[in-house]
């Protein structure tokens, strides 16, 4: 994954730190000429192996995810994932269409609180409003995709998110920028 710093604006950086497992992550969100870019670095253990996973997300000025790429060292494996959408919810892997996708408009990486990011900003939520959609959710760490129902509610509390998806519920701090300060009791920013 390479980047050519020159074309991009640096709109914020965030370093978390995971609180039930030993994971840290760099992320950084960068305005381009054509939409956003997110980028991070993740490291850390899991059971005894130590893991290392980097991504690029690429969206529209509206923050729809129009391109995703992962690489992924566990253990003494590698994997890599690339996926690509129009921005009306159809999306490609390596060329080949994914119709159980069909209708996503975010991505949500399993493993980050960033991708969170995404859907809060396309969303735009005012206090006490809620939206449902499906994302396309990259699966930790064997990066296979599946479609994953989620919903947010912007809570009365400024800055404050309700998550859902299945049995899963977390709140999350996000700042004015709209960046995770704190995603429950799992990531907190440093």
């Given at each position: 994954m390479t980047m050519k710093s020159n074309l991009h604006l640096l709109l914020q950086s965030r370093l978390w730190k995971r609180l039930d497992e030993p994971?840290?992550?760099?992320?950084?969100?960068?305005?381009?000429?054509?939409?956003?870019?997110?980028?991070?670095?993740?490291?850390?253990?899991?059971?005894?192996?130590?893991?290392?996973?980097?991504?690029?997300?690429?969206?529209?000025?509206?923050?729809?995810?129009?391109?995703?790429?992962?690489?992924?060292?566990?253990?003494?494996?590698?994997?890599?994932l690339h996926l690509e959408a129009d921005g009306r919810g159809n999306w490609t892997m390596d060329g080949r269409e994914l119709p159980e996708l069909q209708g996503c408009l975010d991505v949500d990486i399993e493993?980050?609180?960033?991708?969170?990011?995404?859907?809060i900003r396309r969303l735009g939520l005012r206090k006490g409003q809620e939206a449902e959609m499906t994302a396309a959710w990259v699966r930790f760490p064997s990066l296979a995709v599946e479609p994953l129902r989620q919903s947010y509610s912007c809570l009365e509390e400024e800055g404050k998110y309700r998550y859902r998806s299945a049995s899963?519920?977390?709140?999350?701090?996000?700042?004015?920028?709209?960046?995770?300060?704190?995603?429950?009791?799992l990531w907190v920013s440093l």
């Open positions: 994971f840290l992550e760099h992320c950084r969100l960068f305005r381009v000429q054509e939409g956003r870019l997110l980028a991070g670095s993740i490291v850390g253990r899991l059971g005894s192996e130590p893991v290392s996973c980097t991504y690029l997300i690429k969206t529209c000025p509206d923050w729809l995810t129009r391109e995703v790429s992962v690489e992924l060292a566990y253990g003494g494996e590698e994997a890599r493993l980050t609180p960033a991708t969170n990011t995404l859907p899963f519920e977390a709140e999350l701090d996000v700042g004015g920028e709209g960046m995770i300060h704190r995603y429950g009791d």
